[in-house]
């Protein structure tokens, strides 16, 4: 018979253990970023022992973290590029705006649905979150051909409005479930006292949701910065973002592992400081609103 | 008296929810149902490398569903992936969230942890497995090779009865942590009355859990299943930078398919008519599975 205690310690033991082997393969993928490539390719796979360079980082991003300024922006023989800076912009741009206007678009629609009732609500929602149950390639195929037609392949302008549309959906029923939790009372309170609707919204209800918008607007950008499918469809090389550019990594030759790294822990980094931001509305947020926390 | 009433005409104008609602619609009809008659429209043409142009083929993309072997593969991997990725989520994803439901110090730390695998990109994440998954240099094959699972200097990744394990760990890795957040949520808001009940009656921990515990979290089951669900079916970043698909059709998504129809073999017509029948399926199990339990937003 095992004392509680001891089942205890046990218990800690196995949940760090567990959790370790879930952190592993980022600590691997960081640990690559700073290997020279002879160290990536050691046999067997050396996982501790390694002289840390910050090279693939100077590639990637064509400064000079050391001393001397060589001209970093090589073009690999396989035809790839290591200079990446530019695709780390172009993820922000789209990354940015698309949330500005997904929840600009999701917040007004949603005060509606929470505060108002019209004949056809449920149907309503119901048709927003089927959105969300589109397969991307199915929407990919025919914006492919859409935009190629009125010019908006390879744009910022086609990519933000793709990647608004795919977080409108969360955002819609996100912030109506932010709304949702403000009692009415106080919006009637206010029209008692004569404030109109548009009033109520800006100066009080909107004020109240800040949390919650910014948890919306916090999960919009991860997931248009995570996105792949419709980047890799819809541009066709000027613009690119991260997970997209690091594919390209993959040459004939080979593949550039210590670059792709240097630029996928690069990127990952606002990303795990922004999630660790809105830990608190986190489970809220992956399931659309159905579940508080 | 001009003025009071352009104000509460102006303010009548936001009492109907239209306005509120207008932005949306317009985006919603514009890029999601548009594309979706465009896409109907397409099914019914292909392109001609021939005559350079789009021809009018009418049932055809349709009847060779019915007589497609690749279709048929890539269903099979789809539904096997699908099925599988979710039962290792759903029993992992709850094991886990049981043993770091608790307060121990430093269980704080390990949920924030796990949220990190979440905001990788999956194109990401498939790369990293690509290399863990190495033949001669991933440390994967390396401890499956010391602890005798497989043989000396094999792929996992090209080897017809590996290949999907080696892509379900990528996904199994990435996206159990989803399960376990949500599960904590859903047990931290369990009543604490049945458990205190049980615990009196001395009933077995297996017992309170299979009578108590998760009829319980039934809702907060059903919704991380449809979530996960919906993504499952459409997987596409994990075999487009690991396998492309192969070896053979062995991780053939059904969304790479389409894809590969439409911008690698130039079947523009085909590849909508696939994308199609993805979005068929997904909405029908989706809203199937909605209506039987009753999940409601």
Request: charged share 15%; aromatic share 14%; glycine share 6%.
């Amino acid at each position: 018979m095992v004392g509680p205690r001891y089942a205890s310690t046990v218990r800690q033991i196995i949940a760090w253990l567990l959790v370790a082997l879930f952190v592993f393969p980022i600590y691997h993928w960081v640990t690559v970023a700073f290997k020279t490539p002879k160290e990536i390719f050691d046999k067997p796979p050396n996982v501790w022992r390694f002289t840390p360079t910050v090279e693939n980082f100077e590639q990637v991003f064509g400064i000079s973290l050391g001393f001397g300024f060589g001209d970093v922006r090589e073009v690999l023989p396989g035809g790839g590029n290591f200079y990446m800076a530019p695709r780390v912009w172009d993820s922000i741009v789209i990354a940015v705006f698309s949330t500005i206007l997904a929840v600009t678009v999701a917040t007004l629609a949603s005060y509606a649905l929470s505060r108002m009732r019209f004949r056809g609500q449920q149907h309503f929602v119901n048709w927003v979150l089927s959105t969300r149950m589109m397969p991307p390639v199915a929407v990919a195929i025919p914006m492919f051909f859409l935009f190629k037609n009125v010019g908006l392949l390879d744009t910022y302008t086609g990519l933000i409005l793709v990647h608004s549309l795919m977080n409108l959906p969360l955002a819609v029923l996100l912030m109506k479930s932010f709304f949702d939790d403000i009692p009415k009372e106080i919006d009637e309170s206010a029209t008692i006292d004569g404030a109109s609707r548009w009033l109520i919204f800006r100066r009080i209800i909107l004020p109240m949701a800040k949390g919650g918008l910014a948890a919306t607007a916090v999960l919009a950008f991860i997931f248009s910065w995570t996105e792949f499918l419709f980047v890799l469809t819809l541009s066709q090389g000027s613009i690119q973002t991260v997970p997209v550019a690091s594919s390209t990594f993959v040459t004939s030759i080979g593949t550039a592992w210590g670059n792709m790294a240097a630029l996928g822990t690069a990127s990952m980094v606002p990303a795990f400081l922004f999630i660790l931001l809105v830990q608190k509305h986190l489970v809220r947020g992956l399931t659309l609103g159905s579940l508080k926390q | 008296m001009a003025v009071a009433n352009l104000t509460r005409r102006r303010s009548a104008l936001f009492d109907h929810p239209l306005p509120w609602l207008l932005p949306l619609i317009a985006i919603l009809a514009l890029l999601a149902i548009f594309p979706l008659f465009y896409s109907i429209w397409l099914s019914f043409y292909e392109w001609s490398t021939f005559n350079r142009q789009l021809e009018f083929v009418g049932w055809r993309n349709w009847a060779t569903l019915f007589d497609d072997d690749r279709l048929s593969a890539s269903l099979i991997v789809t539904f096997s992936y699908f099925a599988i990725a979710l039962s290792f989520e759903l029993v992992l994803g709850m094991g886990l969230a049981l043993l770091l439901d608790a307060d121990h110090r430093g269980f704080g730390f390990l949920r924030g942890a796990l949220t990190l695998t979440l905001v990788i990109p999956p194109a990401v994440a498939g790369m990293m497995f690509l290399l863990m998954e190495d033949a001669e240099f991933g440390v994967i094959t390396y401890v499956l090779q010391t602890i005798g699972l497989i043989d000396r200097g094999t792929p996992i990744l090209a080897t017809p009865s590996l290949a999907l394990a080696g892509v379900l760990l990528v996904e199994i890795w990435q996206w159990t942590p989803f399960m376990v957040l949500i599960f904590m949520a859903g047990l931290r808001s369990l009543p604490t009355e049945p458990f205190e009940a049980a615990l009196i009656d001395g009933a077995s921990w297996w017992m309170t859990f299979r009578r108590i515990t998760l009829p319980m979290m039934g809702k907060v089951i059903a919704i991380a299943v449809l979530i996960r669900g919906i993504d499952l079916f459409r997987v596409f970043d994990y075999v487009f930078v690991m396998t492309s698909g192969g070896p053979g059709t062995r991780t053939f998504s059904l969304s790479l398919y389409a894809w590969q129809q439409t911008f690698s073999f130039v079947k523009w017509g085909y590849g909508a008519t696939l994308s199609l029948v993805t979005l068929a399926i997904v909405l029908v199990i989706a809203n199937l599975f909605i209506w039987l339990t009753k999940v409601r937003w």
